[in-house]
């Protein structure tokens, strides 16, 4: 069912077929959606995408630069909200907090016998990464695509080796990236402004020598860059490294229902949807009593929507005990007699 179909059958059941009720209601139904998503790792929602580090071409808008490759710093796609894993085409690979880098010997991150990395951290999103800080001369600027939008203010959020610095600036003066009269930025955290009539772009120059490189943009109308999530390889590639291909398993972001004709990713929901959607337009009517009946019933639908989706055979895990064969019988377990 569609965003629109479901909000007139909720609003038929609840008697508020006013065009207030109806928007409120659609409201209702998207943001209860986006709850349902974002609380379990549901099948619909997971999928894999292969990338490779060093990046030796990285396109226009990505900040996926060749030398934060060659550091072992990945950018996923704006579309993806958590990593899960990653694995080389040939083994596994671990994953590991960051703060076991201080306490460990760096030999456990090494393997000889394999090509590429054989560990990863997942870090906080960011915008983007600056692999060489304190480079004297500005390293990365906004450009707005519409001159008209030169007088808008922007608010960016980063950090440098040393400090965090929150500036807020015109996009023709926009200068707090480091530089001369700044420390050098390490990290961009979130860039905000208001919709723009244009694109915004985010320039690098890593030499700070006119070379600039588009690693950003945020589109017309919107609010922000997205900030992505960010994976660290170990042991990182280095200068010159051969691209090694590498596959993640990642949750996507909702799709959210923000137009009449949307449809809920997660086949099946829409009983669920509709229940809470009829509980929050009683409770809108101040008709809380009533609204308890449809709450109870979606708590209960969202239950059986969470065993349906584990009770599927393909999610069925079965435990197989590893025996190690110590006297050539295949049940001889040290002397003991079978099962």
Known sequence: MTLAEMADFVCGKVRQGDDAAVAACKSYLAARYKMIYADQLWKASLYTLTFTLPVSAPGDYEPNIESAGEAGMYFMPDVVDRVLGIRRAESEMSVVDEMELFRGSFDDYTDEDATGAVRFSILSPAVFWNPAPNITGQQLRLTA???????????????????????????????????????????????????????????????????????GRSLAGSTGFVPRQRVRLYPKPGAGAAAVSYTALVKRKCLELD?????????????????????????????????????????????????????????????????????????????????
């Not at 050098?184 to 006119?210: C, K, Q, W």
């Open 145 to 215: 695509f519409d001159p008209a939008d030169n007088t808008l203010e922007v608010v960016s959020k980063w950090t440098s080796d040393t400090d965090d610095a929150r500036r807020t600036a015109a996009v023709a003066t926009q200068h707090s990236f480091g530089g001369s009269e700044d420390r050098s930025f390490r990290l961009v955290e979130s860039i905000t402004h208001p919709p723009f009539a244009g694109d915004l772009m985010l320039e690098y120059d890593e030499a700070a020598n006119g070379s600039w490189l588009i690693v």
């Open 259 to 339: 137009s009449d004709n949307a449809v809920p990713q997660l086949a099946g929901i829409e009983n669920c949807l509709m229940a809470f959607a009829q509980a929050d337009m009683l409770q809108r009517a101040r008709q809380y009593g009533k609204a308890q009946l449809p709450a109870a019933e979606a708590v209960a639908l969202l239950e059986q929507f969470k065993r349906v989706e584990v009770a599927q055979q393909a999610d069925r895990m079965r435990i197989t005990p590893q025996v190690t064969e110590v006297s050539g019988e295949m049940y001889d377990w040290g002397g003991k007699s079978n099962w």
